[in-house]
């Protein structure tokens, strides 16, 4: 027994290597390959009185590619793939919760007070801070000069600062 057990350490040492390369070129994981080469191991060494003794290496192998193969069938390994909706709701912003509902809070609060403009300044402050179109766009949308859409935006800006004031106190 002990003869069997130091033969066995020695076909370990001998043949690991063999054994992570099969169970890696059916993975394509190291980790799984590293688990598929214990069990491996085990397998052999638990199963070591059915040896015939005759080639160990081809034993061996074949056992490693069983377990391979039994691995690659399992429904427990079933692989679900993320769609591209999912994986852009897992990307990292960087926001905090936080971050994210003063931005939220903050945006109403900005439309709330340019609701309470009168026209035409009214359009520009929605158009401008809230829909986030461009005053060349509106210009172009709206047929009013560029020059004129500055100056209802300038006068829209004063406006609000003093609404924005007036809701602090």
């Not at 190291?30 to 052999?44: G, H, K, M, V």
């Not at 429904?75 to 509902?101: F, K, M, Q, Y």
């Amino acid at each position: 027994m002990v003869i069997q057990k130091q033969q066995f350490a020695n076909y370990i040492k001998q043949y690991e290597r063999l054994i992570i390369t099969i169970c890696l070129s059916f993975t394509k994981n190291y980790f799984d390959a590293e688990d598929l080469a214990q069990q491996t191991f085990l397998s052999a060494y638990t199963n070591f009185g059915k040896f015939d003794g005759v080639n160990f290496k081809a034993w061996l192998a074949t056992i490693a590619t069983n377990k391979c193969r039994d691995f690659l069938k399992s429904p427990a390994r079933a692989i679900n793939s993320l769609s591209h909706e999912d994986c852009e709701v897992l990307v990292d912003t960087g926001e905090t919760p936080e971050d994210i509902l003063l931005e939220k809070h903050s945006r109403e609060r900005i439309y709330s007070l340019c609701e309470k403009l009168k026209e035409p300044y009214k359009s520009v402050a929605v158009n401008y801070f809230c829909e986030d179109i461009k005053l060349s766009d509106m210009a172009k949308d709206t047929g009013q000069s560029l020059k004129t859409l500055q100056t209802h935006l300038y006068r829209s800006k004063k406006l609000l600062k003093i609404l924005w004031e007036e809701e602090l106190m």
